[in-house]
């Protein structure tokens, strides 16, 4: 007797990014909660029915669509009404039960993500797409204006019951190390390039919505199930995860590679540029310190105009020197002086 072999769903993931009023801001939709996990981006749904924030998501043709990439490209466009410019490929999201239909015998969805860096455009009418900050998903990750107030309110008291529940000693301290290097607690440093640990860290502990939705059970001294409601907003499936995981790496990218520029308008101010590298990191950034890289690594160049600003001094603009991309293998503009 033989068995067929599980049967296996391709779709594809757009985390779409834009910087607007120093803001980083993702674009989402609206999508009612039995949505199949790759079936495209529809908005509203029927009376009653909850309805959650997802990331655009579409199927692949497997006979019409010649790569993941075009695939992608041709469905934001047609859905979004979106052209994107710069597009690289983040991760394959596969893990079992992803898509609750899976429990029922459903297939086993496999998503292949994308960020996509885009200036921020009105969405396509239908689609119940919308700009949203980064930051009102990931609360915790916002550190401009210093500690962010739900770490202290909330992360770190149930990070510490977790810690004082281990069952032995070696567990306790192996979770306090975790906890102190994931939220910069105690004498670890802050490390912005950590988003995905410090979300499955928070969905380990119960403290999303998704974990209690995903009903994944409880682990000994994690908080109330409503300690929740102050830790960003909900998503469809997985999709939270995956946009932890596209900020940690465009933090991780804007140190050696100039995608900030993706962001951009064709000529902008030093502090301009400054304050967009500042949304991306989730960090201030000391004023003097940062120019002087950005000036001294020929990221830029000025154009002999000048902003006339209320109050101060005009400011030059400048716009991105493209040569720099053959004069070195690495020209990030780096994190000069974060200040924490």
């Not at 469905?75 to 898509?99: H, I, N, P, S």
């Not at 009102?136 to 770490?151: C, K």
């Not at 301009?272 to 991306?280: D, G, S, Y």
Request: charged share 30%; proline share 7%; glycine share 12%.
């Amino acid at each position: 007797m033989t068995t067929s072999p599980p049967s296996i769903v391709v779709g594809l993931n757009a985390v779409i990014i834009a910087l607007t009023d120093g803001q980083p801001r993702v674009l989402t939709v609206s999508l009612p909660e039995d949505t199949p996990i790759e079936g495209g981006t529809r908005a509203g749904g029927g009376e009653g029915q909850r309805l959650l924030e997802a990331l655009p998501t579409g199927p692949l043709d497997p006979e019409g669509d010649r790569t993941l990439e075009l695939a992608l490209r041709r469905w934001v466009c047609a859905y979004a009404g979106l052209e994107l410019g710069y597009v690289e490929q983040l991760y394959t999201f596969g893990d079992r039960d992803r898509d609750p239909r899976e429990l029922g015998g459903g297939p086993r969805v496999v998503s292949a993500a994308y960020i996509a860096l885009v200036r921020e455009s009105e969405p396509a009418d239908g689609l119940g797409a919308r700009w949203r900050s980064v930051y009102r998903f990931l609360p915790w990750e916002d550190w401009r204006g210093g500690r962010p107030q739900v770490i202290d309110e909330h992360i770190a008291q149930a990070l510490t019951r977790w810690i004082d529940a281990g069952p032995d000693p070696e567990d306790r301290l192996h979770r306090r190390v975790r906890a102190g290097v994931s939220f910069g607690l105690e004498d670890s440093p802050w490390d912005g390039e950590r988003v995905l640990e410090r979300y499955e860290l928070l969905f380990e502990l119960g403290l999303v919505a998704e974990s209690i939705r995903d009903r994944e059970p409880l682990r000994e001294g994690s908080t109330n199930p409503e300690i929740h409601r102050g830790l960003g907003l909900e998503m469809a499936f997985d999709h939270r995860r995956i946009l932890a995981t596209a900020l940690g790496r465009i933090r991780a990218k804007i140190r050696y590679r100039p995608v900030v520029f993706e962001l951009m308008p064709s000529t902008f101010t030093l502090l301009q540029l400054q304050q967009a590298v500042e949304a991306l990191a989730g960090v201030g950034l000391h004023k003097q310190n940062f120019r002087r890289l950005v000036e001294q690594g020929g990221l830029v160049e000025g154009t002999g105009r000048h902003e006339h600003l209320t109050g101060g001094r005009p400011a030059e603009r400048f716009r991105f020197r493209r040569e720099v991309l053959l004069e070195r293998p690495a020209p990030g503009v780096g994190l000069p002086g974060a200040r924490h």
